[in-house]
């Protein structure tokens, strides 16, 4: 059994989670490539990035080890999972920063491979991913080839997938007049940013404007737009994200008829918030 003190040097931290992998997945070799990076020898040699688990640990000592056992079951419950059958019904939609869906599609690249993404706004873009009893891994050319998809076609099929439960969801939808209503406690909560029309019905309910963010994996936030909605969007999606393990975007955006408009957050003046509304 693994200590249950957490380094909370990079040296010390990453040497700790490669015992623990190594505890994990004893069928595949793990090694350390250095400071906060592992690489776990499956098939497609898995490379753990260790940054956000390492500043998790930092922000909250003395709850790292309990996070962790976590963190790494979800990791080996992946790596068992990467070479289980898949069919089409498997394919759903995710919702995850622009900055992180361009480095796996990279990474997927260098490998000969690739993902089926899509822009969705400023910051944000949607990907296909498989949805494994155990786990949840990004889609890649093998997978396609699979299900006789091509990459534009599984990413349809996973948005199809996600709009089977849009009776559902819409019936989810309140109007809180000027209050910020929350969506939270699924993973695939945050996969309707994905499916712009899911939301056209309240689009069209919330005369002035509807306001989303998609703060973590589980949460979606939303409001009818006015200035005091416009911060408190602000302020509680930030408040979402700082506190989650999987954040996504502190961002604020407007539905349009054609995508989605980041707003712009309000300024801090004289100790409080206010929003200065931009000149076009």
């Not at 109007?175 to 056209?200: K, M, N, P, Q, T």
């Amino acid at each position: 059994m693994t200590s249950d003190i957490v380094p909370l040097d990079e040296e010390g931290f990453t040497a700790y989670m490669a015992d623990r992998f190594r505890q994990a997945v004893p069928n595949w070799p793990v090694t350390v490539e250095g400071p906060l990076k592992i690489t776990i020898h499956v098939s497609d040699p898995l490379k753990c990035m260790l940054d956000r688990a390492f500043d998790y640990c930092q922000s909250r000592p003395g709850e790292g080890a309990e996070w962790l056992e976590s963190y790494v079951e979800k990791m080996r419950a992946y790596v068992e999972s990467m070479n289980a059958p898949i069919d089409r019904a498997m394919l759903r939609v995710v919702v995850r920063p622009k900055d992180y869906i361009d480095r796996a599609q990279q990474g997927a690249a260098e490998k000969g491979s690739e993902m089926a993404i899509e822009p969705l706004a400023e910051d944000l873009s949607a990907a296909c991913y498989i949805d494994l009893p155990t786990a949840l891994r990004s889609a890649l050319t093998p997978d396609f080839e699979t299900l006789g998809f091509s990459p534009a076609e599984a990413l349809a099929q996973a948005k199809a997938n996600q709009a089977a439960d849009l009776e559902d969801f819409e019936a989810s939808l309140e109007d809180l007049g000027d209050d910020v209503a929350i969506l939270r406690g699924d993973v695939y909560h945050s996969s309707w940013f994905a499916l712009h029309e899911a939301w056209a019905g309240l689009a069209e309910r919330y005369e002035d404007g509807l306001l989303v963010a998609v703060p973590a994996m589980d949460t979606l936030l939303y409001a009818r737009e006015n200035e005091d909605s416009i911060i408190s969007m602000h302020e509680a999606a930030e408040d979402v994200a700082d506190e989650s393990e999987r954040p996504i975007s502190k961002s604020v955006y407007r539905w349009e008829p054609d995508g989605w408009t980041r707003i712009p957050g309000p300024v801090r003046i004289g100790g409080k918030n206010v929003y200065l509304r931009p000149k076009f």
